[in-house]
């Protein structure tokens, strides 16, 4: 009896030591879910206006021929994969890595540790890529799409819908779905024409697109992160509560014995 409550001491111990651990996690996750959320937001913002320039450019028929909006019959596919940058984060990771398995064979541009730890590439950070890191590799992407040497660029990021729910997805980026029915006119006039801004406007475009990508990823991450941090601490508070009561009945039933064998003891 004496060593089974010294084994549930060990339990309830280790178990606290992991609910703590889980608590300070997740108020981390906490502490940077407003600010990933404020980044999320203003990318969004600016994604949307540069592609709504995108496609006032690309209903222009003078930029009809442009590489950046012709679709190509290849199938060399390039994918800007974006997933964390560490683990604890439930099942962020994996229906990332779970969706591009159902993908075409691609070459894959990692952003987030996790991601380069599986593609073999330099680390890099999510929570740390920056404008200047997402219109350098956009001007990279674009120079190398317009000479032809891959046919589709997307994006494999996760999509913060709420903090209950996010979603792994693909996002195509280039070649530019051309909308032929888009207003042209919507306000903007272009200097000198559309055909010498458009290949200006793409990589801002790409940019742009990327960043937003990135920011919506990371603030689903630890969302992701605090909510398994959440679900972990409650499933460790039963199992202590559960350790406790068993604890007690084991030390209740080891006092009871010693009390009869006094009792018994003292009548002999």
Known sequence: MGANTKQLRTRIKSVTSTLNLTKAIGLVASSKIRRAADAMNKSRQYAAAVTDVM??????????????????DGDRVRLIVIAGDRGLAGGYNANVFRLIATLPKAEYIPIGKRACERFGQPINSSEDFSSLDAHALARTLCDEFANGEFDRLGIVCTAYESMMTQSAEVRWVLPFERDTEAVGTAGMIFEPDEQTILPIAVPEYVAGTVMAAVRESFLSEVTARRMAMDSAGKNATEMIDELQLQYNRARQGAITQEITEIVAGSGG
Do not use: F, G, I, N
């Open 55 to 72: 496609a006032v450019l690309a209903a222009s028929s003078d930029c009809a021929k442009s590489p950046y909006l012709a679709k190509r």
